[in-house]
């Protein structure tokens, strides 16, 4: 789904989140559209596939661990989401927008991934020691890292930029 045509029907999907995070059924059900894609080619189940999916990750069900092998969901928004050792083994990928998802561990081979989008957010280098609190800016633009190393950095979210680094700082 593009990012345009997600936009036009945003209320909808906000309400099928709803429906997903007030009811374990709605949720089961969902997952089954997505597993009905391996078997099933056509075109109305193959939206309602890629719908499922989108609607699922917009809800921040996790995929974790799970078995999406040969699935078909082209032009799914994956967004933001999260497929930790997830199985997409054969699976038709093409089109997805799988921006700043976490596929750490997951299984792609043979999966087709034309034209997915993939993009990560920029790593945020310059502490020398653990960070251990992250905060944004209330506009978004703008986050602070707080480090054992005893700096406090300020840092441009688009881009990962260092803006200003504070020294002296204290865990208390």
């Keep these: 789904m593009s990012v345009g045509l997600m936009n036009e029907h945003l209320e909808e999907i906000r309400e099928h989140v709803d429906l997903v995070l007030q009811h374990a059924a709605y ?11 391996r078997t099933r080619t056509d075109t109305k189940t193959l939206t309602a596939a890629a719908n499922a999916a989108t609607i699922l990750v917009a809800a921040r069900e996790p995929f974790s661990g799970l078995d999406m092998r040969s699935i078909k969901i082209p032009g799914a928004s994956l967004r933001n989401g999260i497929f930790h050792r997830t199985d997409f083994t054969g699976a ?7 921006s700043h998802g976490l596929f750490s561990e997951a299984r792609l081979e043979d999966a087709n991934m034309e034209e997915m989008t993939i993009r990560e957010y920029p790593a945020l280098q310059g502490h020398a020691g ?11 633009k703008q986050l602070a890292s707080a480090s054992f190393d005893g700096t406090v950095r300020v840092w441009e979210a688009c881009s990962g930029a260092c803006l200003q680094t504070l020294h002296g700082h204290t865990r208390r």
């Design 27 to 37: 949720k089961e059900k969902l997952f089954d559209l997505v597993r009905a894609s």
């Design 92 to 98: 038709d990928l093409s089109g997805v927008d799988g």
């Design 130 to 140: 653990e960070v251990h609190s992250v905060v944004y800016s209330p506009d978004g």
